[in-house]
């Protein structure tokens, strides 16, 4: 059983920069991904930025350029660098796996519910 807890969410003025952070525990899988989701207030879940068992990375269009999705495979941490952060960018963000997993990112970023195992969630809120 995976299990992800998030920290690090909060407020922040227009232009501004976050990171949030994600514990990632029992993530015993040769292949899968890990990543960052987020949902707006009557919004679709939308992926953000995906990392895979071999760090090839993944971001959406809405973010690219700006946001940074790494890890530390030795403390077992996720991380998203959130720069220039727009207020569009409020949302609940979650930390999400899947494992086991060979899906392509690509395949992955526009599958936003196929993640098997989730975090409870870090709110980010931008104001302008």
């Known amino acids: 059983q995976v299990q992800l807890m998030e920290s690090g969410g909060g407020s922040v003025q227009a232009g501004g920069d976050l990171k949030v952070s994600c514990a990632v525990r029992?993530?015993?899988?040769?292949?899968?991904?890990l990543g960052w989701f987020r949902q707006a207030p009557g919004k679709q879940r939308e992926a953000v930025a995906l990392?895979?068992?071999?760090?090839?990375?993944i971001y959406s269009e809405s973010v690219k350029g700006r946001f940074t999705i790494s890890r530390d495979k030795a403390e077992n941490i996720l991380y998203l660098q959130m720069n220039s952060l727009k207020p569009e960018d409020t949302a609940m963000y979650y930390c999400?796996?899947?494992?086991?997993?060979?899906?392509?990112?690509?395949?992955?970023?526009?599958?936003?519910?196929?993640?098997?195992?989730w975090g409870q969630g870090t709110q980010v809120t931008v104001s302008s």
């Open positions: 999400a796996a899947n494992a086991p997993s060979t899906m392509a990112l690509i395949q992955a970023l526009n599958r936003p519910d196929e993640p098997n195992f």
């Open positions: 029992g993530l015993i899988y040769s292949y899968y991904y």
């Open positions: 990392i895979d068992s071999d760090d090839d990375t």
